[in-house]
């Protein structure tokens, strides 16, 4: 029974201005209070009180010392504060004491959640859910700002393409139209509706640009980005972050192609204020001023403030050139002092949107926000959407109820920080919800439950131990092994040249495996790890990439089909180190792999040299990774068909419609997250052979069918093209509707002038 056509037009084209929609009169009006507020209150101001704002230090215990900082007007913004008490205090200072009564705006990096943890940014993306992740957002916001904080900095939109490199964590992988969409509903949710109000705080679009492209996957290294791949690939999110209001950028550490981004005039004024009309204010990284030194790209802090200031930043993070070296440099006309109050404008305009003038305090009284049940629940389901099934035969999964005996085993099954992830400041660990805790709560007499980790943590390696929780295992009907990653091995300035399973987690996993019981393997880590070898030995596999204060909870569900997993993968899994980078969306090369290649141990001994063939893959690994882009299964089964297109030729001001039916084949209720891909098959310069434009997540009971749409508008089919112009060129495009990006059959459209 075909249920009816459900049109999902899941476009995030949409152009929303800076500071709110101004389509509505009273918004228009708005802004027109806060810019006259903005130059009246800069009129007053002396140079070193404009230098003040453009100044962040981060917190210290002596509040009195910050306070003469604050009342002579030299600070513009506070990081890592968190005390309610201290940051009311601080700002009493700056709205009373100081000259002109500018307050400070208070900032943190609440990544994935302030108190209750979320998912990392990775395995939220892993959900494909944009709703999921506002609301994660929304709900740190509401937590961070209960005690004072109105800037954060995230999202952290940059495209990654190697799980070498730390910081994969805390984006939303490899995908560029993924990362775009999960950037956009992530600023929707710290900011909300309007900045001025009290639970709003500011979002902040970084690393600018092209962090994740680091050489060797070592972070802060040297980036080399052409500006074709930059516009096609790495600017996209940040350009659809501008346009959805994020109210700041952070400029990145990396220098691409020379060039640190912290002194980069190109993408801070050409590209962010030329092109985009960006109206934010753009901050500094941590100490990215000063660090040019040592990039070779200053020669000393004078020059360093020089290049930052002239090339569009605006606020300097803790390093404090600006407010040292500028005033010599604006006596000498090296910085004109229109640049000074163009970023103070920015600055300014932002403290004005947030109301931080009229409403400058918290309520130090106000009930607690942290952990609120409804927190809780959003965290629970943020986790169990972000967990994909790799693996599960012999119906594994879910564990069935004639189970009476389960092994709990590994170093991360109660590992109540190390779930938690990278980039947690504010997570209470005694507030986690581990799965060991959850698989006893859910047992409860039902089951015996037998706990052997086995390790002590995930770098720990002790042959006696796993040699005692493979033997407790052996008393067990299933055995489920929970491995992977502490939190401090991922995140930044956290990379791994090799990302085997670390410690003697493999032999764990192997020792298990020998006791010939069903055995799920669970994995928590902070990026995608080679554990080909482990998954062979598992009879199921669930990757849970570090999911926060509630994983345990989801995976205790997901393990005894209370839930049905329907995460995919964000990034690519490689087989091996030795195949990153590698993603799907890369060009075809012109000897693109055949997958029939002849591999290491089948080449005949004295093989000719030419005899294996002249196409692009690896001999001892071949082309193919471990799982592709958008992979994930449930427990139930899905099919595609029908794929249909509204029309065979399209110009650029056309819609196309893709019209396609899904089933469900199997037994349970599920949710596929059905992806859209299209491959522009000649232009004027190479094209990914495969481009993600559209997925959506759609749910169904057993035995249902739907008919569901796509809608893309040809003009989202734009690339930099070799003349650097971005065009829609005519020609043949291949058109994939499917449930990863290696699966299913094209069809094809054209697009014509
Ligand atoms: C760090 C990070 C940046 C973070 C900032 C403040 O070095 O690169 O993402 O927001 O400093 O903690």
Redesign the pocket.
């Given at each position: 029974m075909i249920n009816k056509v459900i049109k999902i037009a899941v476009s995030i084209a949409l152009p929303l201005c800076f500071m709110g929609c101004a389509s509505s009169n009273d918004t228009k009006k708005e802004n027109e209070v806060i810019e006259k507020r903005v130059e009246t209150l800069l009129r007053k101001m002396t140079l070193e009180e404009k230098l003040g704002q453009m100044n962040q230090i981060?917190s210290y215990a002596n509040i009195e010392d910050l306070s003469n900082l604050i009342k002579k007007g030299e600070v513009g913004s506070i990081?890592?504060e968190t005390d309610p008490v201290r940051i009311n205090a601080l700002q009493r200072v700056a709205m009373e004491e100081s000259r002109l009564g500018i307050p400070i705006i208070m900032?943190?990096?609440v990544?994935h959640g302030f108190k209750t943890i979320f998912p990392i940014p990775l395995g939220q993306a892993a959900s494909f859910n944009p709703d999921l992740v506002e609301e994660g957002a929304r709900i740190a916001a509401i937590e961070a700002s209960s005690v004072g904080i109105r800037w954060t900095?995230?999202p952290?939109i940059d495209i990654g393409r190697d799980p070498r490199w730390g910081?994969i964590a805390?984006g939303f992988g490899e995908d560029t139209y993924l990362t775009t969409v999960m950037g956009v509903a992530s600023i929707k949710g710290y900011q909300g509706d309007s900045l001025n109000s009290p639970t709003s705080i500011a979002a902040?679009a970084?690393?600018f640009v092209g962090y994740g492209a680091a050489e060797g996957g070592r972070d802060y290294n040297s980036t080399s980005i052409p500006e074709r791949l930059l516009r096609n690939v790495f600017l996209p999110p940040f350009e659809a972050a501008a346009k959805a209001g994020s109210a700041t950028f952070?400029t990145?550490?990396n220098d691409n192609d020379g060039v640190p981004s912290t002194g980069n005039a190109f993408i801070l004024k050409d590209v962010l204020r030329k092109e985009w009309k960006y109206e934010g204010f753009v901050v500094s990284?941590?100490?990215?001023v000063s660090e040019m030194i040592a990039h070779g790209f200053a020669s000393d802090e004078t020059e360093a403030a020089l290049k930052a200031i002239n090339a569009g930043v605006d606020m300097e993070?803790v390093s404090g050139t600006f407010f040292r070296e500028a005033p010599q440099l604006i006596k000498t006309g090296q910085i004109k002092e229109e640049t000074i109050d163009n970023a103070v404008r920015y600055i300014l305009r932002i403290k004005f949107m947030l109301g931080l003038f009229d409403n400058p305090y918290v309520d130090e009284k106000a009930p607690s926000t942290f952990y609120a049940p409804s927190h809780l629940v959003a965290a629970k389901q943020a986790a169990i959407e972000s967990v994909i099934l790799l693996k599960n035969e012999k119906n594994t999964l879910p564990i069935s109820a004639d189970v009476k005996t389960v092994a709990v085993v590994g170093p991360m099954a109660n590992a109540a920080y190390e779930q938690m992830g990278t980039?947690v400041f504010d997570g209470e660990k005694e507030q986690t919800q581990t799965p060991l805790k959850a698989i006893r709560e859910l047992a409860g007499n039902n089951i015996q439950v037998i706990y052997a980790p086995g390790l002590t943590h995930s770098r720990d390696n002790n042959a006696a131990t796993i040699a005692q929780a493979a033997n407790a295992a052996t008393k067990a009907d299933v055995i489920v092994a929970f491995v992977g990653e502490e939190s401090i091995l991922s995140g930044?300035a956290h990379c791994l040249a090799n990302l085997d399973l670390q410690g003697g987690q493999s032999q764990l996993i192997s020792a298990l495996s020998k006791t010939g019981k069903p055995m799920v393997t669970v994995v928590m880590a902070g990026r995608p790890l080679t554990i080909e070898r482990e998954i062979e030995q598992s009879d199921a596999v669930l990757y849970s990439f570090h999911p926060g204060t509630m994983g345990g909870a989801a995976l205790a569900d997901l393990l005894w089909g209370k839930a049905v997993p329907s995460g995919k993968t964000p990034m690519t899994f490689p087989k091996a180190v030795g195949q990153i980078p590698v993603y799907y969306s890369h060009n075809n090369t012109g000897r693109p792999a055949q997958r029939s290649e002849v591999l290491l141990n089948e080449i005949p001994i004295e093989a000719g040299q030419t005899s294996l063939g002249c196409t692009s893959f690896y001999l001892d690994a071949g082309f193919d990774p471990l799982y592709p882009f958008g992979y994930g299964l449930s427990y139930t089964t899905f099919q595609y068909g029908n794929v249909k297109l509204s029309a065979k030729e399209l110009k650029e001001t056309d819609t196309l419609v893709a019209e396609f039916d899904l089933a469900n084949t199997g037994k349970y209720t599920g949710t596929e997250i059905a992806q859209l891909y299209v491959q522009d098959k000649s232009a004027s310069v190479t094209r990914p052979v495969k481009e993600l434009k559209r997925f959506m997540r759609i749910e169904l009971k057993p035995g249902e069918k739907k008919t569901v749409c796509f809608e893309l508008p040809i003009s989202e089919l734009t690339f930099w093209n070799i003349d650097m112009k971005q065009v829609v060129e005519p020609g043949d495009f291949n058109l994939w509707i499917a449930t990863d990006s290696q699966s299913g059959t094209p069809v094809t459209f054209k697009v014509i002038d």
């Amino acid at each position: 029974m075909i249920n009816k056509v459900i049109k999902i037009a899941v476009s995030i084209a949409l152009p929303l201005c800076f500071m709110g929609c101004a389509s509505s009169n009273d918004t228009k009006k708005e802004n027109e209070v806060i810019e006259k507020r903005v130059e009246t209150l800069l009129r007053k101001m002396t140079l070193e009180e404009k230098l003040g704002q453009m100044n962040q230090i981060t917190s210290y215990a002596n509040i009195e010392d910050l306070s003469n900082l604050i009342k002579k007007g030299e600070v513009g913004s506070i990081l890592n504060e968190t005390d309610p008490v201290r940051i009311n205090a601080l700002q009493r200072v700056a709205m009373e004491e100081s000259r002109l009564g500018i307050p400070i705006i208070m900032a943190r990096d609440v990544i994935h959640g302030f108190k209750t943890i979320f998912p990392i940014p990775l395995g939220q993306a892993a959900s494909f859910n944009p709703d999921l992740v506002e609301e994660g957002a929304r709900i740190a916001a509401i937590e961070a700002s209960s005690v004072g904080i109105r800037w954060t900095f995230a999202p952290m939109i940059d495209i990654g393409r190697d799980p070498r490199w730390g910081r994969i964590a805390e984006g939303f992988g490899e995908d560029t139209y993924l990362t775009t969409v999960m950037g956009v509903a992530s600023i929707k949710g710290y900011q909300g509706d309007s900045l001025n109000s009290p639970t709003s705080i500011a979002a902040c679009a970084k690393h600018f640009v092209g962090y994740g492209a680091a050489e060797g996957g070592r972070d802060y290294n040297s980036t080399s980005i052409p500006e074709r791949l930059l516009r096609n690939v790495f600017l996209p999110p940040f350009e659809a972050a501008a346009k959805a209001g994020s109210a700041t950028f952070m400029t990145s550490f990396n220098d691409n192609d020379g060039v640190p981004s912290t002194g980069n005039a190109f993408i801070l004024k050409d590209v962010l204020r030329k092109e985009w009309k960006y109206e934010g204010f753009v901050v500094s990284d941590w100490a990215s001023v000063s660090e040019m030194i040592a990039h070779g790209f200053a020669s000393d802090e004078t020059e360093a403030a020089l290049k930052a200031i002239n090339a569009g930043v605006d606020m300097e993070m803790v390093s404090g050139t600006f407010f040292r070296e500028a005033p010599q440099l604006i006596k000498t006309g090296q910085i004109k002092e229109e640049t000074i109050d163009n970023a103070v404008r920015y600055i300014l305009r932002i403290k004005f949107m947030l109301g931080l003038f009229d409403n400058p305090y918290v309520d130090e009284k106000a009930p607690s926000t942290f952990y609120a049940p409804s927190h809780l629940v959003a965290a629970k389901q943020a986790a169990i959407e972000s967990v994909i099934l790799l693996k599960n035969e012999k119906n594994t999964l879910p564990i069935s109820a004639d189970v009476k005996t389960v092994a709990v085993v590994g170093p991360m099954a109660n590992a109540a920080y190390e779930q938690m992830g990278t980039w947690v400041f504010d997570g209470e660990k005694e507030q986690t919800q581990t799965p060991l805790k959850a698989i006893r709560e859910l047992a409860g007499n039902n089951i015996q439950v037998i706990y052997a980790p086995g390790l002590t943590h995930s770098r720990d390696n002790n042959a006696a131990t796993i040699a005692q929780a493979a033997n407790a295992a052996t008393k067990a009907d299933v055995i489920v092994a929970f491995v992977g990653e502490e939190s401090i091995l991922s995140g930044e300035a956290h990379c791994l040249a090799n990302l085997d399973l670390q410690g003697g987690q493999s032999q764990l996993i192997s020792a298990l495996s020998k006791t010939g019981k069903p055995m799920v393997t669970v994995v928590m880590a902070g990026r995608p790890l080679t554990i080909e070898r482990e998954i062979e030995q598992s009879d199921a596999v669930l990757y849970s990439f570090h999911p926060g204060t509630m994983g345990g909870a989801a995976l205790a569900d997901l393990l005894w089909g209370k839930a049905v997993p329907s995460g995919k993968t964000p990034m690519t899994f490689p087989k091996a180190v030795g195949q990153i980078p590698v993603y799907y969306s890369h060009n075809n090369t012109g000897r693109p792999a055949q997958r029939s290649e002849v591999l290491l141990n089948e080449i005949p001994i004295e093989a000719g040299q030419t005899s294996l063939g002249c196409t692009s893959f690896y001999l001892d690994a071949g082309f193919d990774p471990l799982y592709p882009f958008g992979y994930g299964l449930s427990y139930t089964t899905f099919q595609y068909g029908n794929v249909k297109l509204s029309a065979k030729e399209l110009k650029e001001t056309d819609t196309l419609v893709a019209e396609f039916d899904l089933a469900n084949t199997g037994k349970y209720t599920g949710t596929e997250i059905a992806q859209l891909y299209v491959q522009d098959k000649s232009a004027s310069v190479t094209r990914p052979v495969k481009e993600l434009k559209r997925f959506m997540r759609i749910e169904l009971k057993p035995g249902e069918k739907k008919t569901v749409c796509f809608e893309l508008p040809i003009s989202e089919l734009t690339f930099w093209n070799i003349d650097m112009k971005q065009v829609v060129e005519p020609g043949d495009f291949n058109l994939w509707i499917a449930t990863d990006s290696q699966s299913g059959t094209p069809v094809t459209f054209k697009v014509i002038d």
